[in-house]
């Protein structure tokens, strides 16, 4: 059974399946500052739902403590109903959720292929583990299947570092996907990008919907109200609002706090 969302992503629907990821109560100090102030929210699954808020509205600290890199002072995080809130990264992503970081993060020195075949090691039983990395027929058809869809085959054993800026954010998205995450944390992918990079970043952010479940941070206000299906506002460290993009935008106290005016 297909259903289409709100905006017009097709996805195949699960009557009375349980949101894929769950926030209860999260929450963080750091010294007098609550950067994240007890924060709830869902996530469907096959869904894009926008984090936004100003700078300094704890979005970036908020992935963090989904992702494992810091421990909350309270609350839980919780990936197909099951409490992943203390352990730490490596255990998050092998429980299926995989994230992007806001300043691009990969090994420039090596190809594109090898930075994908790297993520994509996961992937391969452990009986593979002291076996040459050519014999990694699993990781490397993953790496061809990236390549492929990210459009970076003819650049495939290019150095990372040679990329422009608008192929590096998308190879960086692709290496998030190598390991097959049910959970994509993606911050700020387009950050930094020309409008022509921009436009095919939203454009496979949305087809990546129909795979995997995508959270992610943006600031492009029009690429949220077109790209997302679910949005959540933050500010000063606080839950503002959530709702379908139209409402969100229409919300006074939204308005207010991110627009700037009533």
């Not at 500052?33 to 739902?49: E, G, K, M, P, W």
């Not at 730490?88 to 990969?106: D, H, K, M």
Request: glycine share 8%; net charge neutral; aromatic share 4%.
């Amino acid at each position: 059974m297909t259903e289409r969302t709100t905006t017009g992503h097709v996805v195949t629907a699960h009557p009375g399946t349980a949101p894929i990821l769950e926030v209860r109560h999260l929450s963080v100090s750091f010294g007098g500052l609550r950067a994240v102030d007890d924060v709830s929210f869902t996530v469907a699954r096959n869904r894009i739902t926008t984090v936004i808020g100003p700078n300094g509205a704890g979005k970036s600290t908020l992935f963090n403590l989904i992702s494992g890199a810091l421990r909350p002072r309270a609350g839980q995080v919780l990936i197909e109903g099951r409490d992943h809130t203390t352990e730490p990264p490596y255990r998050v992503q092998a429980a299926g959720l995989a994230r992007s970081f806001q300043i691009t993060n990969l090994f420039f020195e090596l190809s594109v292929a090898e930075n994908l075949r790297q993520a994509a090691q996961i992937l391969e039983p452990r009986s593979m583990m002291w076996r040459p990395i050519g014999a990694s027929r699993t990781a490397h058809a993953r790496v061809d299947e990236l390549l492929e869809r990210f459009g970076l085959t003819a650049k495939a054993q290019y150095p990372a570092g040679k990329l422009s800026h608008g192929e590096q954010r998308r190879l960086e998205v692709a290496v998030a996907l190598a390991c097959r995450p049910k959970v994509l944390l993606l911050d700020e992918p387009t950050q930094g990008m020309s409008h022509g990079d921009t436009q095919d970043t939203a454009a496979l952010i949305t087809s990546l919907a129909a795979d995997v479940t995508v959270l992610l941070i943006e600031h492009d206000i029009g690429l949220v109200m077109s790209l997302s299906d679910h949005v959540i506002v933050m500010h000063q460290g606080q839950k503002l609002a959530e709702g379908a993009p139209r409402d969100v935008r229409n919300n006074p106290a939204v308005q207010a706090a991110y627009f700037g005016h009533a």
